[in-house]
């Protein structure tokens, strides 16, 4: 799937999850296997970066998201479908921080 394939709709949501992220690396889940996320905002916010690698296995996610003023958020997988990258920022989930005793 092409960005141009790409629902406004499913450009949104994945614009929306990313921002529950924080920058720097964390640790999660997606469907139901662990994994290590970096994510990094450039100091004007016209680009996120992320890289996601699954603990202990062999699968990735890498991608650039462009935010231009006046133009649509703009996809820019690295070498994996859009869809890829969209199934996995709405399927991640961050692990809860752990709680001072």
Not at 63 to 91: H, I, Q, R, W
Request: hydrophobic residues 35%.
């Amino acid at each position: 799937m092409t960005n141009d394939a790409l629902l406004a709709s499913e450009l949104s949501d994945l614009e929306h999850a990313l921002a529950k992220l924080s920058d720097g690396y964390s640790e999660g889940r997606f469907q139901d296997r662990p994994w290590g996320v970096t994510v990094k905002r450039s100091a004007d916010g016209k680009r996120v970066w992320l890289y996601g690698e699954e603990l202990g296995g062999t699968d990735i996610v890498s991608f650039n998201l462009y935010v231009l003023s006046g133009a649509s958020p703009t996809l820019k997988p690295c070498e994996m479908s859009s869809s890829k990258v969209v199934d996995f920022v709405l399927g991640f989930r961050p692990a809860q921080p752990r709680q001072p005793t």
